[in-house]
């Protein structure tokens, strides 16, 4: 498989876990969409997105997942972020980087996996 640069592999991640959260979202019950977009942020925010990236980072990504997100957290980009700090807006990357990399692996177990513990951390923080 071609290597993709890490803001290809966030580009595609971003679309990936959007779907994986309204999905979720769906599925425990909520229905109106200002429900669902206040829920939605808790999950898809840059600060929601480094906090899971901080936890997968403690011994759960293989060598070779921790590679992938490291190539999207230390993607030059001259896009700013806004209402985030800089660190924080990296290590988002990463993770969406991670997830576009799994996806096109065709990796939906390790993507479930990987979902699992995002629930779990933004539900924790909530």
């Given at each position: ?8 592999l966030a580009?595609?991640?971003d ?8 999905h979720?979202?769906?599925?425990k019950?909520?229905?109106k969409?200002g ?7 808790k ?6 997105q ?16 921790m ?10 980009s001259?896009?700013k972020?806004?209402n985030?700090?800089?660190?924080t807006?990296?290590?988002s990357?990463g993770?969406?980087a991670l ?5 096109l692996q065709?990796?939906q177990?390790?993507?479930d ?12 923080l909530?």
């Amino acid at each position: 498989m071609e290597q993709h640069n890490g803001l290809s592999l966030a580009y595609v991640g971003d679309a990936v876990l959007e779907l994986f959260v309204r999905h979720h979202l769906i599925a425990k019950g909520f229905t109106k969409v200002g429900d669902l977009h206040k829920h939605a942020i808790k999950y898809t925010s840059a600060i929601g997105q480094a906090k899971v990236a901080f936890r997968l980072q403690d011994g759960f990504l293989s060598e070779e997942e921790m590679s992938v997100f490291k190539r999207g957290r230390n993607a030059t980009s001259n896009r700013k972020p806004k209402n985030t700090e800089l660190s924080t807006y990296h290590q988002s990357t990463g993770l969406e980087a991670l997830i576009g990399y799994l996806y096109l692996q065709k990796n939906q177990i390790r993507l479930d996996e990987i979902f699992q513990q995002f629930v779990k951390v933004i539900e924790e923080l909530s």
